[in-house]
């Protein structure tokens, strides 16, 4: 009994111990209680530094603002860089235009010196309708704000969000000031100071406002000049660029990207109407009927609006006095927008807008190139490798103005070659219409440009192989009948393909054929056709010399003669040791070979 009361007495004693130390370190926290953070209002109070700010705060009333509980981000001005804008006082300034300009350098973040991109941003100060304004922040070399402003001193924390010195004021910026701070505007703004002072002026002003501007980037400007074979903006005159520029801007209206419509109708500056698109993103159409993307919307200034845009939009004045070059036509078609993709990837627009090219194009449309991609297996066109596209579309091109009225059924060559330099051939079919090497029909002829003429198709023309030509042209069906013959190899694949390439083939016109007193079949068929071939070598007809003997693909040697006789441009000699064979047509050149039409089939030795 005497142990239980004794270790009670101890517990008692402990409680009180453990009880006097709690009060103890309740007392010495209360008696130094933890430092609190400043807010941003105390903060800048109490830096002399930003003692004109802190004037400014407290007769707008914003004092009381940041020195709530919050998340702020504060670009504030130093007094050097008030005194700077003129300021050393804030009581001549009107206290709502002081509130808006404070407010400018506000964001309703906590935004710390890492975060910082190259982007835009809305700050607390507003526009036309309330809306935001817009700080544009670039963090390419150091840090700006709307090219003005420069951090000085960063991620001065506070309670309610952070501070960063700058070494300007950021008035309420104007359309102008935003195009000038956004170095991806600089030819716009080079544009318009070609101008002199009246349309800066405007857009930096109030009357007339507000303003919506599309405003091209440089990119757009770029594609222009090379639409129109130009070097560089001076290669413009000044009435043309005044009514290009007026067409990209809106008076009277701070147009945001959320109150325009599908369909909708804006009457621009300049006197014609836009079209505004909504379906597919917002886009912009003009009288090319090739749109524009807004590629940047709503960046809003203290008086307007701007949308940045990816290509600079034509009014129908300008187009009608337009002679484009053949790329420049392209580029202002909105259903070749695909044709202009390939184009530029494969390096060929100086070419197709040198002005004395005097070029003939056959311009595949926006279906046929997707129809080309599919049955390639590409997913779209940068899956194809450029060399391959470059000669793709080359194989469109024929050099020399050639209208629909010049066009007969006939050869022709490209600006396509195979791995030795020879320019591809190309079979024009004109019996019923115009088609070319039998996969691609001219649906629109006779579109005459500045440099050449354009002759729009309904598919893509893809590089010849040695079965294309023979597969296109009527003359050698019988030979086509022959190499597709029940029993034969597979001579459509060996012949289309690169295993055994190049190869030369004396091809037998219909004639030929019809001349033979029996039409072989099975193996002799098989040996007969092996003997017009020879593999291995693209022997074209400067290759040939008299006297060269070759060996077929069956085995048996071909010789030449030249000159041939009658018509004939050489004579050949078969394995059987006929020697009337003339060789009648030369030269039809594919990427795996070249063919030459003979007159009469080729027979093998048949004793060996």
Request: glycine share 6%; proline share 4%; with cysteine.
């Amino acid at each position: 009994m005497k142990t239980i009361i004794h270790l009670s007495k101890y517990f008692i004693v402990s409680l009180l111990f453990l009880n006097i130390a709690s009060c103890s370190d309740d007392d010495d926290n209360n008696m130094n209680p933890p430092e609190q953070e400043a807010t941003i209002t105390e903060t800048a109070t109490a830096d002399a530094e930003l003692s004109i700010l802190t004037a400014a705060l407290i007769k707008t009333g914003l004092d009381a603002t940041l020195n709530e509980e919050g998340t702020y981000t504060v670009l504030a001005p130093t007094n050097e860089a008030f005194q700077a804008a003129g300021i050393t006082s804030v009581d001549n300034i009107s206290e709502e235009v002081l509130t808006n300009i404070l407010l400018n350098h506000v964001f309703n973040e906590t935004i710390m010196a890492t975060d910082l991109s190259t982007m835009y941003k809305n700050t607390l100060a507003t526009g036309p309708d309330d809306n935001a304004i817009s700080m544009y922040i670039n963090t390419e070399n150091s840090v700006s704000f709307n090219g003005v402003a420069a951090p000085t001193t960063i991620d001065i924390t506070a309670s309610n969000g952070v501070i960063h010195k700058v070494d300007a004021v950021l008035t309420i910026p104007t359309i102008v000031d935003h195009a000038t701070a956004n170095p991806s505007f600089s030819m716009l703004v080079e544009a318009l100071g070609r101008l002199g002072n009246t349309y800066t002026d405007l857009l930096s002003g109030t009357d007339g406002a507000p303003f919506t501007v599309f405003a091209p980037t440089n990119e757009a400007f770029e594609n222009l000049l090379s639409m129109l074979g130009a070097s560089s903006l001076d290669d413009i005159d000044d009435a043309t660029l005044e009514a290009v520029l007026t067409y990209h801007v809106v008076a009277g209206a701070n147009a945001t990207s959320g109150t325009l419509s599908d369909g909708q109708m804006i009457t621009t500056a300049q006197g014609e109407d836009v079209t505004i698109m909504t379906a597919d993103g917002v886009k912009i159409m003009d009288s090319t009927d090739t749109p524009a993307n807004v590629v940047a919307a709503d960046v809003q200034a203290g008086n307007g609006v701007i949308h940045a845009i990816d290509k600079v939009l034509l009014p129908q004045t300008i187009v009608d006095a337009m002679n484009p070059t053949i790329a420049g036509f392209v580029a202002m078609n909105n259903d070749y927008s695909s044709l202009l993709a390939a184009v530029q990837k494969a390096d060929l627009v100086e070419t197709l807008n040198a002005e004395d090219a005097g070029l003939t194009v056959f311009a595949p449309n926006n279906e046929a190139f997707a129809t080309f991609l599919s049955d390639n297996g590409f997913a779209s066109l940068e899956e194809v490798p450029t060399d391959v596209l470059k000669q793709v579309l080359l194989n469109h091109v024929i050099e020399g103005e050639v209208m629909s009225g010049d066009l007969t059924t006939m050869y022709g060559n490209t600006m396509a070659t195979n791995t030795d330099g020879d320019n591809l051939s190309l079979y024009i079919n004109t019996e019923s219409g115009v088609m070319l090497n039998g996969v691609s029909t001219v649906t629109t002829a006779d579109v005459e440009v500045s440099n050449g003429v354009i002759h729009a198709v309904d598919a893509v023309i893809g590089l010849p192989t040695i079965v294309t030509f023979a597969t296109a042209d009527p003359n050698f069906s019988s030979l086509v009948g022959a190499l597709t013959a029940d029993g034969q190899p597979d001579f459509v694949s060996i012949l289309s393909g690169t295993t055994d390439a190049p190869f030369t083939v004396f091809a037998p016109l219909n004639s030929a054929f019809e001349a033979l007193s029996a039409t072989p079949t099975g193996a002799t068929l098989t040996a007969v056709l092996q003997h017009h071939v020879v593999a291995g070598a693209n022997a074209r007809s400067e290759d040939l010399t008299d006297g060269m003997m070759v060996s077929s693909l069956e085995g048996d040697n071909i010789t030449i003669a030249l000159p041939g006789t009658g018509d004939a441009i050489a004579d050949l000699t078969d394995g059987a040791g006929n020697t009337d064979i003339g060789v009648v047509a030369v030269d039809v050149q594919a990427t795996n070979g070249v063919i030459h039409a003979v007159n009469k089939v080729l027979i093998p030795d048949t004793t060996n």
